[in-house]
């Protein structure tokens, strides 16, 4: 067979695929080191354009991950390794000098990091990086290994690719791009990593963004001297892969928890909630922007003076507020006068809760109705009911059986959008994914749960674990819109804890897993996102490129009933992933209010018809952009108002006697008074990360001498403290023991 035959017979692949095949048959180049790691082995090897690294296990193929392409020749050198580092080599050429560092260990589950620096020796333009990472077979060759990529970056969420490599069985891994480190380079040549983590098998990775190849030329080379970090890798092996949705997404959960906490997190601050809560009760009551009156009563405006009232937005201030009314122990008017007007969205012809109240303007269709949107009311609904709302139980009662009905008919698998009036499809679905809203069986399973609270009627329970059941096989694609898929996760959770069914707690994991792959895993410094955060944030669509405020906050109160409802078998990584993301929600949060930003960062103009942007309203926009785009494009949302009373009244806790409020970035499990003047904590977030833990001073008080100690003793102290607050930082996990003069 001639060497042309052979050719013809490979699948699909590119000239770097091949370049690569042929490398290795004729040796891979010179050898720079060879490192063994417990079950696998690490080899540098410089080939005539790149430096390589072959991650192998014995017998099992293994991966090639391409270190530096410089596309010309160069010199390496084999240095020292520093502390913590398993290899460290430099690279010298005509376009300068790269710095590559390798790091690998691993306990549970072996890694490998990657970091490459460069300091250019003019002005460089990068036109074109291949990706990074080729799976091997037994025989060395990229393009004999067959597998599956399971997950891979969408848009600028995490950078991070996951896969399993099947024959031979080398098992699965994810390849994890920290982002964050490579900030220089996306601010240098004004490009952003946008989906610039994944790839067609067997060419995966990063692909370095660089400027268009048009016919301008770039005006954005990297200066001269500089040294900028062109990539950050970290790869995470564990040696027995599993096809099973449910088992995958728990691995996948283990390794991403092992990559993030590799990467260095942002520092968190302490915010202010409760005077941000207390600023937007005043405007929702005294803003002319925020209400208006229909049938006699007050109604939510969407955004600022614009959109009809809906019940979803009346529904989730209403909850909110109800919150805060609990949390301060005191009446608020406010949410019983828009409480009284919501059995306007009712029709008693249909027995449900219309979107829009029955004198909607004619440029809108008023039976028309998302799919979620049948359903998320229902959750606070349930939620005043289930806390002896009589009049919102009856409400709730009287709708429900149309949610099911709706359920029904359309087999646990809603479209994005149909009638109301008889369940014609309006929209099928997304075009960014051709799926209808497929996390919406997760939020009728919550709130299917919470009728069988009420009712204790077995059907509701029968519901829920009917749509639960219907998502299986879905493996990353559940998520729809960000706070859907939490809930689903959240009634996964509470569904193994009536049920006692160990498949609901793994079926969680995928919902997790979907989540989690579609959260922006790095901080953002390119162009304007320099003024906010974004860490951990999740877009809040599918296919969305912001992240939006309702989402966030909503996702952050679905997590808290998840963590409620776990216990020890949940899998750590899962802990920690969702105790991050809520102790980070809490942080980012604040940026979406107008008036935490320079002016001149959010957008002059809003998506029509939504309104306008007032600085002085403290309601949050919308939108929030990781690269840097105007802020507040879409609106002012005043339905994500509810956002700082949730945080408020989560994050803060009323300590009985003492002179001060306990504030903590992560939920306390437990808070038992041990003594006149101490209490103890309990705190389950990730067992290596950190909590902020302040005390904040009352009106009319002194703080006194405070002291925190873990249980077994050891004295934390204070790393900052002021005559209104004493800041601690502590371990997330565990119990601590606080006292004070």
Request: charged share 25%; hydrophobic share 40%; proline share 5%.
């Amino acid at each position: 067979m001639t060497a042309t035959a052979r050719i013809t017979e490979l699948p699909n692949v590119s000239l770097y695929v091949l370049a690569l095949r042929k490398t290795l048959q004729e040796g891979g180049g010179h050898r720079v080191a060879t490192i063994g790691l417990k079950d696998l082995s690490l080899e540098i090897r410089a080939s005539a354009d790149s430096l390589w690294a072959f991650i192998r296990r014995d017998g099992a193929g293994g991966l090639a991950v391409r270190a530096a392409f410089l596309a010309g020749p160069f010199e390496w050198t084999k240095e020292s390794p520093e502390s913590g580092e398993t290899a460290r080599v430099t690279l010298s050429s005509a376009l300068g000098e790269h710095v590559i560092v390798f790091k690998a260990d691993g306990d549970a589950l072996d890694y490998v990091r990657i970091t490459v620096d460069f300091t250019p020796t003019a002005p460089t333009l990068i036109p074109f990086v291949p990706r990074d990472l080729y799976p091997l077979d037994s025989n060395d060759d990229p393009a004999g290994a067959k597998g599956r990529v399971e997950a891979g970056q969408r848009g600028l969420n995490g950078g991070l690719v996951y896969f399993h490599v099947d024959e031979p069985a080398f098992g699965n891994v994810l390849y994890f791009q920290n982002l964050t480190a490579l900030n220089d380079y996306y601010r240098a040549t004004k490009t952003k990593p946008d989906g610039a983590v994944g790839g067609e098998w067997p060419e995966l990775g990063y692909l370095l963004p660089s400027p268009p190849q048009g016919g301008i030329a770039s005006t954005n080379p990297l200066p001269a001297g500089k040294r900028v970090t062109l990539s950050d890798a970290i790869i995470v092996i564990r040696h027995e892969a599993s096809a099973q949705e449910r088992e995958s997404a728990r691995q996948f959960l283990q390794m991403l928890g092992v990559a993030y906490e590799l990467i260095d997190q942002p520092r968190t601050e302490y915010r202010d909630w409760i005077d941000r809560a207390e600023r937007t009760l005043r405007d929702l009551d005294e803003a002319p922007a925020a209400t208006i009156r229909h049938y006699g009563h007050r109604y939510v405006h969407p955004y600022t003076a614009a959109e009809y009232p809906d019940i979803m937005v009346q529904m989730s201030i209403i909850s909110a507020l109800h919150d805060w009314e609990k949390w301060w122990g005191k009446p608020i008017p406010l949410k019983a006068e828009f409480l009284a007007g919501i059995g306007k969205f009712y029709d008693p012809k249909l027995k449900t809760l219309r979107r829009y109240l029955p004198n909607v303007g004619s440029d809108k269709d008023a039976d028309a109705v998302d799919s979620w949107y049948l359903y998320h009311p229902m959750i606070n609904l349930a939620k005043l009911a289930l806390d002896g709302d009589k009049h919102a139980k009856a409400l709730f009662l009287k709708s429900i059986d149309f949610g099911v009905e709706a359920a029904h008919h359309f087999q646990y698998r809603w479209p994005v959008q149909y009638k109301i009036t008889d369940f014609s499809v309006i929209t099928e679905a997304a075009d960014a994914d051709c799926r209808g809203q497929t996390d919406v069986g997760g939020v009728y399973a919550w709130v299917m749960l919470q009728a069988y609270a009420l009712t204790d009627d077995k059907r509701f329970l029968d519901e829920a674990r009917a749509a639960i059941d219907a998502s299986m096989g879905l493996r990353f694609n559940v998520n729809y819109q960000a706070n859907l898929t939490a809930w689903g996760a959240a009634a996964c959770m509470r569904l193994w804890r009536i049920t006692n069914r160990h498949v609901y707690l793994e079926q969680s994991y995928v919902y997790l897993g979907s989540f989690f792959h579609n959260c922006e895993i790095w901080e953002s410094e390119i162009e304007r996102a320099i003024h906010y955060r974004n860490f951990l944030g999740a877009t809040c669509l599918q296919d969305a490129p912001y992240m939006a405020i309702y989402e966030c906050f909503d996702s952050y109160a679905a997590f808290e009933h998840y963590l409620d409802d776990s216990g020890p078998d949940l899998e750590p990584a899962a802990r920690m992933l969702i105790a991050e993301y809520c102790k980070y929600a809490l942080d980012r949060a604040w940026y979406y209010y107008p008036d935490t930003l320079p002016p001149e960062i959010i957008s002059p103009k809003q998506r029509e018809p939504n309104g306008y942007v007032d600085r002085n309203l403290s309601f949050p926009l919308e939108d929030l952009y990781p690269d840097g785009q105007l802020a507040g494009q879409v609106g002012q949302e005043i339905y994500g108002a509810g956002a700082a009373f949730i945080f408020a009244t989560r994050a803060f806790h009323h300590v009985e006697g003492a002179p001060f409020r306990l504030y903590c970035d992560h939920f306390v499990r437990s808070m038992e008074r041990t003594g006149g003047r101490s209490v103890t904590l309990a705190l389950d977030g990730g067992e290596t990360c950190i909590a902020g833990l302040s005390l904040v001073r009352l009106k009319r008080h002194r703080l006194t001498r405070t002291r925190v100690t873990t249980i077994d003793g050891d004295v934390l102290r204070p790393h900052g403290s002021s005559e209104d607050r004493v800041d601690y930082r502590v371990p997330a996990n565990g119990r601590l023991v606080l006292t004070w003069d």
